[in-house]
RNA sequence: UCCUCUGUAGCUCAGCGGUAGAGCGGGUGGCUGUUAACCACUAGGUCGUAGGUUCGAAUCCUACCGGAGGAGCCA
C-alpha cells in the first residue's frame, strides 16, 4: 500500500500539500489524469479528482471517463457495483458530475487506452442536474458560446485555453530569455486621441455631468479612457531599459462585428531602443515561429485534436510557418503583385490605398503561400508616431501577414527626430500639448527605435485554427455582448 | 454601421398553406468490458416576438429582437 509521497507517479509540484478530500481514506495524495496516462507502470493506489465526462453501464459495473482538465483525453474508471454507493449514487453519475476516485491503476483489458483505474471508492462531490447542457456530441460553437461558464468542460475548449495557456507562458519566455523587461502600461489613459481606435470612457461622474462635460469634476481631472494600446508608454520605458515589452489587455470601443475583433483583447507590444525598421520584422518574425515552434512541442495532444476536427491543414501550416523562410516585401512590391495577378478583386488595387482583406489573403495565401511581411507604407495612411523614409512618401511600417487570418502583427520604427515628429503632430491635426512627455523622449536623449503589437487571441486563431476571435477568449466581451 | 443567411423539443436539425417529427440528451428496464456503447419503452414544444394575408399559418408578408458569415476599421 503506498503512502504519501511514494507513489510511483511523480506527484505535480505543488500537490503535496492539497489536503486529501476522502472521508474514508487519506493515504494517497492526488494524481492529475494526465500523469496517470503517462504512467510508466502499475500503482496499487492512486486518487483521481474530476468532472465526469461519460457513464456507461455494463451490468455487474460501470465505465466513468474523468476528466480534470490536466490534458484532453479522459481517464477511464471502472466502478463496480458492489460498491456500497453504486446503486444509490455511481449507477446515477451523469456528465458534469464532480467526483473523486481511489483505487488502483492497472493495465486496460480494453481498446483504447493503456491504463485505467479500478475504483475501490467513489466519492460523489457533487450531481449534475439532468439539464446540464454538455452532451457528448453535436454542440455548435454559437451554442456553446452562451454557456461560455461551462464551455471549458468541452474538449474543444479545454484545448484552446491549455493552449493559451501556454502560448502566454511561451511569449514571457521568448522576451525573458532576450533580455526584454516585462513593463505593465496603464489601463487607465488620460491621452484621449491614441489615434488606435474608439476608446471606452472611465468616469464617475453622473450623467448629468457628464452631459454638463464637467470633467474637471471627474475622478482623474480630465476624461479618462480605457487603454486602447501600451505603445507609447512602452517607448518611455525602452528609451531607459533598452529592450522592452507588455503583455495585457487592450480595450477598443469599435462597433466590430467580425469574427476577429473583440472590444476587450490582449496584446503584446515590444519595444526596442537602437533598433531600425529590419530589427523590428526580424523580432516579429522569431516570434511567430518560436511560438509556433512552442505550441507543436508542447501542446502536440491539443494540436492533433484541432487538426482532427476544427482544421484540416492546421499541422501541415504550423510546420511550415516553423521551418520555412518568412517573405518580406515592400509595399510598392506588394501592390504591383496583386496589380500583375489578374485576379477580379473587389476593392481595385491602387497605390496610396490600404491593402484590403482579400488582397493580404491573396498576398500570404495564393502568391507566396506562406506568412509575409509588408513594409515601407505610404505615409499618408499610417499613424503620426511613425518614421518617415528618405523618399519622403513612406513610412517605416510594417505588417506580418499569416494565411487564414490576415494581419496577425503591426508594427513600425519611430519617429525619433524632433522636428519630424512635431510635423507629423501638425499633419494629423493633433496637440503637441497632449503629446508633452511623448516628444520630450526626443528632446532628451532621442534614440532609433522601433516596436510592434501582436494581437494574442489572433495568434491563438493562427496556432489552434479556431475561426471565431470569441471562442479563443474565456469571456469574449463584443458589442451587445457582455455576459459572465 | 452595411450586405447576405438564419431563429421548430435541453442540443443538432427535418417539416415550408391543412390537427407538430427524427436523432442525440433525460427517465425506466435490459445487457460481465464498454469506447459519441448497445436494445426496448417513455416523458418533453403556445414552432424568436408583435402585427397582417387566409376558411385555415411553423409554413406567405411586414416590423422588431437574437444568432451566424462577409465587408469596413483594426490587433
Known amino acids: 500500500m503506498s503512502r504519501r509521497g511514494e507513489s510511483v507517479l511523480e506527484p505535480p509540484s505543488g500537490s503535496a500539500n492539497i489536503p486529501a478530500m476522502s472521508d474514508t481514506d487519506t493515504s494517497v495524495t492526488r494524481s492529475m489524469v494526465k500523469q496517470l496516462l503517462a504512467a510508466p507502470g502499475p500503482c496499487p493506489e492512486v486518487r483521481v479528482q474530476g468532472w465526469v465526462r461519460t457513464r456507461r453501464d455494463t451490468g455487474a459495473f460501470s465505465f466513468l471517463e474523468i476528466n480534470d482538465?490536466?490534458?484532453?483525453?479522459?481517464?477511464?474508471?471502472?466502478?463496480?457495483?458492489?460498491?456500497?454507493?453504486?446503486?444509490?449514487?455511481?449507477?446515477?453519475?451523469?456528465?458534469?458530475?464532480?467526483?473523486?476516485?481511489?483505487?488502483?491503476?492497472?493495465?486496460?483489458?480494453?481498446?483504447?487506452?493503456?491504463?485505467?483505474?479500478?475504483?475501490?471508492?467513489?466519492?460523489?462531490?457533487?450531481?449534475?442536474?439532468?439539464?446540464?447542457?454538455?452532451?457528448?456530441?453535436?454542440?455548435?460553437?454559437?451554442?456553446?458560446?452562451?454557456?461560455?461558464?461551462?464551455?471549458?468542460?468541452?474538449?474543444?475548449?479545454?484545448?484552446v485555453f491549455r493552449v493559451r495557456s501556454r502560448m502566454a507562458y511561451a511569449i514571457h519566455r521568448f522576451f525573458q530569455e532576450r533580455g526584454f523587461v516585462y513593463v505593465h502600461t496603464p489601463i487607465v489613459t488620460a491621452s484621449d486621441c491614441e489615434g488606435a481606435g474608439e476608446m471606452f470612457r472611465v468616469t464617475t461622474l453622473d450623467g448629468e455631468s457628464l452631459a454638463a462635460g464637467k470633467d474637471a469634476?471627474?475622478?482623474?481631472?480630465?476624461?479618462?479612457?480605457?487603454?486602447?494600446?501600451?505603445?507609447?508608454?512602452?517607448?518611455?520605458?525602452?528609451?531607459?531599459?533598452?529592450?522592452?515589452?507588455?503583455?495585457?489587455?487592450?480595450?477598443?470601443?469599435?462597433?466590430?462585428?467580425?469574427?476577429?475583433?473583440?472590444?476587450?483583447?490582449?496584446?503584446?507590444?515590444?519595444?526596442?531602443?537602437?533598433?531600425?525598421?529590419?530589427?523590428?520584422?526580424?523580432?516579429?518574425?522569431?516570434?511567430?515561429?518560436?511560438?509556433?515552434?512552442?505550441?507543436?512541442?508542447?501542446?502536440?495532444?491539443?494540436?492533433?485534436?484541432?487538426?482532427?476536427?476544427?482544421?484540416?491543414?492546421?499541422?501541415?501550416?504550423?510546420?511550415?510557418?516553423?521551418?520555412?523562410?518568412?517573405?518580406?516585401?515592400?509595399?510598392?512590391?506588394?501592390?504591383?503583385?496583386?496589380?500583375?495577378?489578374?485576379?477580379?478583386?473587389?476593392?481595385?488595387?491602387?497605390?496610396?490605398?490600404?491593402?484590403?482583406?482579400?488582397?493580404?489573403?491573396?498576398?500570404?495565401?495564393?502568391?507566396?503561400?506562406?506568412?509575409?511581411?509588408?513594409?515601407?507604407?505610404?505615409?499618408?495612411?499610417?499613424?503620426?508616431?511613425?518614421?518617415?523614409?528618405?523618399?519622403?512618401k513612406t513610412v517605416a511600417a510594417m505588417d506580418l501577414l499569416v494565411p487564414g487570418i490576415g494581419e496577425i502583427v503591426g508594427g513600425s520604427q519611430r519617429e525619433e527626430r524632433l522636428d519630424r515628429l512635431r510635423a507629423n503632430l501638425a499633419t494629423h491635426g493633433l496637440s503637441e500639448a497632449d503629446y508633452w512627455w511623448y516628444v520630450d523622449l526626443r528632446r532628451y536623449g532621442t534614440v532609433p527605435h522601433a516596436g510592434f503589437g501582436l494581437g494574442f487571441e489572433r495568434l491563438l486563431m493562427f496556432v489552434t485554427g479556431v475561426g471565431n476571435i470569441r471562442d479563443v477568449i474565456p469571456f469574449p466581451r463584443v458589442p451587445g455582448w457582455a455576459e459572465f
Open 69 to 159: 482538465g490536466s490534458c484532453l483525453a479522459n481517464l477511464q474508471v471502472i466502478a463496480d457495483a458492489v460498491l456500497p454507493n453504486y446503486v444509490m449514487e455511481v449507477a446515477h453519475l451523469r456528465t458534469g458530475a464532480s467526483v473523486e476516485v481511489v483505487g488502483e491503476l492497472v493495465a486496460s483489458q480494453g481498446g483504447g487506452q493503456a491504463w485505467e483505474v479500478q475504483a475501490r471508492e467513489v466519492m460523489v462531490h457533487g450531481h449534475a442536474e439532468e439539464d446540464f447542457p454538455l452532451q457528448k456530441k453535436g454542440h455548435s460553437m454559437e451554442f456553446l458560446r452562451s454557456i461560455a461558464h461551462l464551455r471549458p468542460r468541452s474538449n474543444l475548449f479545454g484545448a
Open 217 to 392: 469634476e471627474d475622478f482623474f481631472g480630465k476624461p479618462a479612457y480605457l487603454t486602447v494600446s501600451g505603445q507609447l508608454e512602452g517607448e518611455t520605458f525602452a528609451c531607459a531599459l533598452s529592450n522592452i515589452y507588455t503583455f495585457g489587455p487592450t480595450f477598443r470601443a469599435e462597433n466590430s462585428n467580425t469574427s476577429r475583433h473583440a472590444a476587450e483583447f490582449w496584446m503584446i507590444e515590444p519595444e526596442m531602443a537602437f533598433c531600425d525598421l529590419a530589427g523590428d520584422m526580424d523580432l516579429a518574425e522569431a516570434m511567430i515561429k518560436a511560438l509556433v515552434d512552442d505550441a507543436l512541442e508542447h501542446c502536440a495532444e491539443d494540436l492533433g485534436f484541432f487538426a482532427k476536427f476544427v482544421d484540416k491543414g492546421l499541422l501541415e501550416r504550423l510546420q511550415f510557418v516553423r521551418e520555412r523562410p518568412f517573405a518580406r516585401v515592400s509595399y510598392t512590391e506588394a501592390v504591383e503583385i496583386l496589380q500583375a495577378s489578374g485576379e477580379a478583386f473587389e476593392y481595385p488595387v491602387e497605390y496610396g490605398h490600404n491593402l484590403q482583406s482579400e488582397h493580404e489573403r491573396y498576398l500570404t495565401e495564393r502568391h507566396f503561400q506562406c506568412p509575409v511581411t509588408v513594409f515601407n507604407y505610404p505615409r499618408e495612411i499610417k499613424p503620426f508616431y511613425m518614421r518617415q523614409n528618405d523618399d519622403g
